[in-house]
DNA sequence: AGTCACGTAACTTATTTTGTTTCGAGAAAT
DNA sequence: ATTTCTCGAAACAAAATAAGTTACGTGACT
């Protein structure tokens, strides 16, 4: 089964929008990921809605951050996103009246809710500029480092 | 994304297996969980490599427990049914040279690294047997409770 | 006006999983 | 011996889902 990659793409897109100037459009962003501008403004939708980025329409518009990386977990945009489930595998509920299918659900429901309680631990205690600071600014190709704000 | 039951439906399987006296075939099967029979030899054929389910041609035949559920564990199943991920969710990898990327990769793999390993601890304390357990074997539907052998 | 950019709906394509058909072979019953 | 039952395996069909694409509308800047 494919693993979903929303998640891991918008957290790259978001982090690059914190060190960007201006806007970023759909177009931009998409040829960055290899993907389709319209992919981009649906996913991007479901963070708009939560108020994490704003959009603007017309000449020199495109996708800017509401609010700083500091205040955004991966938490929140893992939910933004709308992932309906962390897991790959999970239930059948080929019989419901058979005792054997119901103790095997309730078995596998507790392990699934156990792991999925500690990763979207995890995930609340990530901050996405927790994400940014595992690398060093100046390394960063095609921007400018977060000094250059001095000079803008 | 869809999530995949054969686990959980291998499980339930094997659990009615542990409680039938003789051997089950894939018709018998195909017909408890609504599916097909061809369906259920491909799933069983990952449990028949790994040496937890015997099967048997011709008259009489199907299947049968080649080991007896309590040195069965979740953890077994989940791998002889091939699991490529416990996960729907995953890293991108659409510019691997971009540092951010890498930052964000980084991260989600640890923290799913660490769930997973969570997961998989869980699986490995939970035989089959303490599933079977969970319910009152006189309250079984269509099959003999377990003293029904004295009669065989 | 003309261009740029998002918003949205409808449609197409690609991929994956599941289900189906078909044939072969071994084992038991008749 | 032949028929019936059953798994093994390959090849094919169908269904479900996500991703990509096209098209058109709307607002904003030049």
């Given amino acids: 089964m494919r693993q979903d990659s929303r998640l891991s793409r918008m957290l790259h897109v978001l982090i690059h929008m914190g060190r960007h100037e201006g806007a970023l459009t ?14 981009i403004r649906r996913t991007m939708a479901g963070l708009r809605e939560k108020g994490y980025v704003h959009s603007e ?18 938490l929140d945009i893992y939910r933004a996103v709308g992932e309906p489930s962390v897991f790959a595998v999970g239930p059948a509920y080929d019989m419901p ?3 054997i299918e119901q103790a095997v659900n309730e078995t596998l429901e507790g392990v699934f809710a156990d792991a999925e309680r500690l990763l979207l631990k995890r995930f609340e205690g990530v901050s996405l500029a927790a994400i940014a600071d595992r690398f060093p600014a100046d390394i960063m190709i095609g921007h400018h480092p977060p000094n250059a704000k001095d000079h803008g």
Same sequence: chains 1, 2.
């Fill in 26 to 39: 759909s177009d931009r962003i998409a040829e960055m990921l290899g993907t389709n501008p319209v992919v």
């Fill in 97 to 99: 009246d058979c005792p």
């Fill in 57 to 74: 329409k017309g000449h020199g518009g495109g996708w800017t951050l509401a609010k700083p990386l500091e205040d955004l977990t991966l």
